[in-house]
């Protein structure tokens, strides 16, 4: 429970931010916006786990769990540096000294809410007063040697307690929250392709063949048939392998650059929408390809986790034959999405692309036919198909909607916005992250994770000291458990967010 709303320090672990707020002391938000900086807001998680075990602000031996830090460099860390697990010890115990307490130049992270300014040209730096400066870096305490570390959260320093400290993963807090963070990295690892499987389909039907020979008994000409039944498979998977790459398969893209990009990439999923092309005869159905397009960003600019290039900045490369990988460059985008228009008569042909320009790739691409009176749900459609996509990539809670989810944009966008309070513990942000889910209800009332949500807002606003009747909220929040349940029960979004309130409330 988070006794003291007014002095906290809360590590993050969906949007890998550590947010700091003591007492006259430090207020903060650092994003860790990269794969390397990520494992090290993930490893100052694993030292305060470590120490609430303890019950103390103790220095905590890493030697011990080289298998967890190796699990945490190779999955979030994207094995940045070294993935060998002896080269890790050194390489934390440097920057643990060296760069985690550097909070002016913040080589491990981004300092939100402040501006880097030049300093007759020798680097980008914050600006701090020297007492910030002094309280973060004795936060970090290391003992040891590069072969036997030992680090430390020193929090006691600047007057914090264990307490002021949380850990957050999806809807759960400290050591359910670092649980669940470090098993779902263990799931992803896990996670094979079925190569294996298939290669076995394959040869078997060989070992068959040959068995038959070496025997000579009636079983032959089964066997015979089986080989050439898979030979066919074969050469079919092989045709239609070959007219997908030739004919269906999309073109490949050159990668952008991001060292030649003219602006820096956001810290958010950056997008320009291109001027969808009107491939109709009619060069009067203009109109209708342009509406098509302001409509998909005028939806996609409402989203506060998306950054997304206005209509007239995108407009120049109308009618012009442009690469992805130059929009992105001029822009400072990492995403393209263009598309084109046919109409004919009652009937509208759109295909739409989403490209990933960093990594030179097709997000997904679709072609859809459609009666025009279902033009403004085709809108709708292709919207939530690329918020979908590009949330996903940006938390580790997924806003693609799994089970039934809602298809209601507007209810998509509020309940996103919510989102934005959801992991800001505080009254203000839990009022607003509870209003915002009653409105995403009120435009989809049968959206199952909304209800799940407002519940989780209910039981916060008890353990805040925020509501007025305790009891009734509890009542309420089991009340829209059960409602969430019964819209979905497939849902593991869902699911986890009504356990956690029956959990919290006693109700199972």
Known sequence: MVRNAKQQIIIDLNQFKLHIDLRNKIALTLHFNSPSRRFYLSLIAFVVNEMKKREKIIPIPLEERLDLLALLNESIGGSAGSSEKENLLPRIYRKWKYALPNLEDAPLFKVLGRRKEYDEGIGKTYQFTEAEKDNWANLFEYKGSEENVRLKFAIDRIGATLDDVVIVYEDTLNADAWGRFTASLKEKKEEKPETESIDRVLKEPEALVSLSRKWKIPWLSRYRWVALIVAIIVV???????????????????????????????????????????????????????????????????????????????????????????????LGVRYVLEGSVRRSGGKVRISAQLVDAIKGHHIWAERYDRNIKEIFALQDEITMKIMRALHVKLHREKFGETGRGTNNVEAFLKNMEAYEHLFHYTKEHTALARKLFEEAILLDPNYAKAYACLGNMHLREVR???????????????????KALTLDDTDAAVHSKVAYIFSMTGAV
């Open 464 to 482: 805040l000291g925020t509501s007025k009747s305790p009891k009734e909220s509890l009542e309420r929040a089991i009340e829209l458990g059960e």
């Open 236 to 330: 079919l998977g092989a045709i239609t392998l070959a007219i997908w790459k030739a004919y269906l398969k999309p073109p490949p893209v050159k990668v952008a650059s991001v060292e030649k990009m003219a602006f820096p990439l956001p810290d958010m999923p950056s997008i320009a929408v291109l001027p969808f092309i009107n491939m109709s005869n009619d060069p009067k159905q203009e109109f209708f390809s342009d509406g098509m397009t302001e409509e998909i960003i005028t939806v996609l600019s409402k989203s506060p986790y998306l950054f997304v290039i206005a209509r007239n900045s995108t407009l120049i490369y109308k009618g012009k034959p442009v690469k992805v990988n130059q929009v992105a460059e001029e």
